[in-house]
C-alpha cells in the first residue's frame, strides 16, 4: 500500500478532477467511501430528487473550506492535503468500507483528524477506482488552528505497513527518504504519447549517472553531459560560480516550445552539483599505481587490464562491507559508478543485463548513513579505467576479464544487501539482490565461452595430473560445497586452472586456501566458478584460457593461504613454455 502525499490550494479545483472523467477517461463511479463526519454530500451518488452534480461539488467544497475561511488570513497559503492510497497490483480489491477503514486510521496518525477531537479537520475520501482512493483534506482545525503535521509522510508509511499486515496484503518495503523522485502521471503519460520508453526524467537520471561515472572533474563531468547530446544550463551566482546545473532531453518541450529542464537534485537526491562535487572532490587515484598490478603483462589489451584492477579493488570493497563498517557507504556510491563504467563500454550480448543492474543498484548507492573518513579514490580511478580502455578500442572486452569481474561483482552486491539489512534499509537490501540477479544472468553470457574452454582443458589433462589436482580440491573444500548447486560437481574448470597454476610456478595447495580464504564462498551461485577466477587473478594467469601463462622468476616467493598477496612475476622458462601442441597455447578467441 503506497501513500503518496501533495499540498495545493484549490478544494474545488482538486474535487472536480476527482469526480471527473480523468486524464484518459480511467476514472469510473466516482464516490465518496468517507468523510469527517459521515454525512458530507457525495457528487457521485447523490439520491436528492433532481440531484445536480455540479451544486453537489460546490457544496462540497464550501462544507470542506468553511474552517479555512473562517480563519481568514491566518489559515495557511496552501491549505489542502491531498494523499492518494494504493494498493499493491497482486492484492484484492478492498471493499468501501475498508478503504474507509484505511482513510480513517491515516488522517489520524498524521494528526489531521485524531479520533475524538471534535476539532478534527475536515476531509473526504474519493474512490473512483478499484485499487486506489484519494483523501482530500483542509488543513485548519475547528477551533481555526492549524494541524501539528511533522512528518506526515513517514507516519502514513509506518501506518500503511501496520494496514498491511492487519489486513492481510502485500507487504512492502519501508522507505528512508533517500530514493530517486518518481516520475509523475502527466511525465508517464506524456511518454507513452510521444512513442518514449521511459519517462524524460528517468532518462535523464541514467545519462547523469553514467556521465558521472570515473569522471575526474566537474569540467569533465559537463563535457560528458553534453557529448551524450543533452541540454545543459549552468546556474550561477552573482560571483559568477556555478551553483548547479539543469538538464533536458532535445526535443523535450512545453507547450510554449521551451526546453523542459530538470535540476540535478530533481533527478536523485545525490545528483546535486554540490554533493556531485564532494564526490569529485578527492579526484581518482593515479592510474599508474592502480593498475601496477596488472602492468607488467604487455599482451592484455587495456579493457582486460582495467577490468583485472577493478576486480581486486571490488574485493577489498567486498571486505569491507563484510566487516560491518559504516565507511563501505561511501564505497557502494563507487559500485555504482563502477557498474555504471561497466554498462558503457559492455558488448551487446551482455549491455541489458548490466544496464539494468546499474539501474537497480542506483537505488542501494543512497542512505541516512555518511562515511566520514571513507577513500573512494581507487575505485572510481577503476570505472575511470574501464571507460577509458573501453573508449580507446571503440568496444569492451567481452572476454574473460568481464566475467572475472562480474563473479566478484555479485558477491560484492550481496555483501551490499547485508549490509544494508543490518541498518533496516529494506529497498537498499532489495535493490541489492535485484543487482546480484542481473549481473548473475549477465555472467552467464560473458563466462559461457572461457569456461567451457577451461572444462575441455581440464579433461585432457593426463589422468594422473587430473587426479592429483582433485585431491587437492577436494581435501580444501568441503564436500557440502562441492554439492551445493548441481554444477559444482563438475570441477573441469578448476582442475585446468590449477594445472595451469602449477605450470607457471604456483603451489597448488597453498595457491587455492589463498583463494578459500579471501571470503566467504556461501552465497556463491557456483563455488568453483568463483574460485576459477580468484585463482586466475591470484595467479596472474590470463582470464581466457587460450592465452599462454608464464612462470616466476626462481627463488621468488610463491602464494599463502594467510595473506593476500600474490607472488612476482616475469616471462616463462624456456622449460616451462608450453609446446605448440599445448591447448593452453592456442591464440585466444576472438
Known amino acids: 500500500m503506497v501513500p503518496k502525499i501533495r499540498r495545493g490550494s484549490r478544494t474545488h479545483g482538486l474535487l472536480v478532477y476527482l469526480y471527473g472523467p480523468g486524464k484518459r477517461d480511467e476514472h469510473t463511479d466516482a464516490h465518496l467511501v468517507g468523510s469527517w463526519d459521515g454525512f458530507a454530500p457525495d457528487p457521485g451518488r447523490d439520491t436528492s430528487p433532481d440531484p445536480d452534480p455540479k451544486?453537489?461539488?460546490?457544496?462540497?467544497?464550501?462544507?470542506?473550506?468553511?474552517?479555512?475561511?473562517?480563519?481568514?488570513?491566518?489559515?495557511?497559503a496552501q491549505h489542502v492535503w491531498h494523499c492518494s492510497v494504493r494498493t499493491d497490483p497482486g492484492d484484492r480489491n478492498l471493499t468501501d468500507a475498508e478503504w474507509n477503514t484505511v482513510a480513517r486510521r491515516l488522517v489520524?496518525?498524521?494528526?489531521?483528524?485524531?479520533?475524538?477531537?471534535?476539532?478534527?479537520?475536515?476531509?473526504?475520501?474519493?474512490?473512483?477506482?478499484?485499487?486506489?482512493?484519494?483523501?482530500?483534506?483542509?488543513?485548519?482545525?475547528?477551533?481555526?488552528?492549524?494541524p501539528r503535521m511533522n512528518y506526515d509522510f513517514k507516519k502514513a508509511q509506518a501506518e500503511c505497513r501496520?494496514?498491511?499486515?492487519e489486513m492481510g496484503l502485500r507487504q512492502l518495503r519501508p522507505g528512508d527518504g533517500t530514493g530517486a523522485k518518481s516520475p509523475t502521471s502527466a511525465e508517464r503519460f506524456k511518454a507513452e504519447r510521444t512513442g518514449r520508453p521511459e519517462a524524460p526524467r528517468e532518462t535523464l537520471r541514467e545519462a547523469v549517472r553514467q556521465a558521472l561515472a570515473g569522471a575526474a572533474t566537474e569540467e569533465e563531468f559537463f563535457t560528458r553531459l553534453?557529448?551524450?547530446?543533452?541540454?545543459?544550463?549552468?546556474?550561477?551566482?552573482?560571483?559568477?560560480?556555478a551553483i548547479g546545473y539543469n538538464v533536458a532531453l532535445p526535443g523535450d518541450r512545453n507547450r510554449e516550445g521551451t526546453p523542459i529542464w530538470y535540476p540535478g537534485s530533481k533527478l536523485a537526491p545525490d545528483l546535486s552539483l554540490p554533493k556531485i562535487r564532494r564526490r569529485l572532490v578527492d579526484g581518482t587515484a593515479d592510474q599508474t599505481t592502480q593498475s601496477a598490478a596488472t602492468s607488467g603483462r604487455p599482451d592484455w589489451s587495456p579493457p582486460a587490464r582495467e577490468r583485472r584492477n577493478a576486480t581486486s579493488i571490488v574485493e577489498r570493497t567486498a571486505i569491507l562491507l563484510d566487516s560491518d563498517d559504516d565507511e563501505a557507504a561511501a564505497q557502494l556510491a563507487g559500485i555504482g559508478e563502477l557498474l555504471d563504467a561497466v554498462t558503457q563500454t559492455s558488448p551487446a550480448a551482455t549491455r541489458v543485463e548490466l544496464g539494468a543492474a546499474a539501474r537497480a543498484f542506483e537505488r542501494a548507492t543512497r542512505s541516512h548513513v555518511r562515511a566520514e573518513r571513507a577513500d573512494t579514490r581507487a575505485i572510481r580511478s577503476a570505472a575511470r579505467g574501464i571507460i577509458q580502455a573501453g573508449s580507446a578500442l571503440g568496444r569492451g572486452e567481452d572476454g574473460g576479464t568481464t566475467a572475472m569481474l562480474l563473479s566478484t561483482l555479485v558477491l560484492v552486491t550481496l555483501a551490499a544487501a547485508r549490509w544494508h539489512s543490518a541498518r533496516g534499509h529494506a529497498q537498499q537490501a532489495h535493490a541489492s539482490r535485484q543487482t546480484a540477479e542481473h549481473l548473475r544472468a549477465a555472467y552467464r553470457r560473458a563466462a559461457a565461452t572461457p569456461m567451457q574452454a577451461l572444462h575441455d582443458q581440464g579433461r585432457a589433462l593426463p589422468e594422473a595430473e587430473r587426479r592429483t589436482h582433485q585431491a587437492t580440491i577436494r581435501a580444501a573444500l568441503p564436500e557440502a560445497t562441492l554439492r551445493a548447486d548441481s554444477s559444482s560437481t563438475k570441477t573441469d574448470a578448476l582442475t585446468a586452472t590449477l594445472a595451469q597454476?602449477?605450470?607457471?610456478?604456483?603451489?597448488?595447495k597453498a595457491l587455492l586456501q589463498q583463494a578459500i580464504d579471501m571470503r566467504e564462498l556461501g552465497t556463491a551461485d557456483d563455488v568453483n566458478d568463483v574460485l576459477v577466477w580468484r585463482l586466475r587473478r591470484l595467479?596472474?594467469?590470463?582470464?581466457?584460457?587460450?592465452?599462454?601463462?608464464?612462470?616466476?622468476?626462481?627463488?621468488?616467493?610463491?602464494?599463502?593461504?594467510?595473506?593476500?598477496?600474490?607472488?612476482?612475476?616475469?616471462?616463462?622458462?624456456?622449460?616451462?613454455?608450453?609446446?605448440?601442441s599445448d591447448p593452453r597455447n592456442r591464440p585466444p578467441r576472438r
Open 55 to 76: 451544486v453537489t461539488l460546490a457544496r462540497l467544497s464550501a462544507a470542506l473550506d468553511l474552517r479555512v475561511k473562517q480563519a481568514g488570513t491566518t489559515a495557511p
Open 108 to 146: 489520524h496518525a498524521v494528526n489531521l483528524a485524531p479520533e475524538r477531537d471534535p476539532d478534527g479537520c475536515r476531509w473526504v475520501a474519493v474512490r473512483h477506482a478499484d485499487d486506489h482512493i484519494h483523501i482530500l483534506a483542509t488543513m485548519v482545525r475547528g477551533d481555526l488552528r492549524r
Open 162 to 165: 501496520r494496514i498491511e499486515t
Open 226 to 241: 553534453r557529448e551524450a547530446g543533452l541540454r545543459v544550463k549552468l546556474r550561477n551566482a552573482p560571483s559568477g560560480d
Open 501 to 508: 597454476a602449477e605450470q607457471a610456478g604456483h603451489d597448488p
Open 539 to 580: 595467479a596472474h594467469l590470463p582470464a581466457h584460457p587460450g592465452e599462454a601463462t608464464r612462470r616466476p622468476k626462481a627463488g621468488t616467493s610463491q602464494p599463502k593461504a594467510s595473506t593476500n598477496r600474490t607472488s612476482n612475476r616475469t616471462a616463462p622458462t624456456a622449460a616451462a613454455r608450453p609446446t605448440a
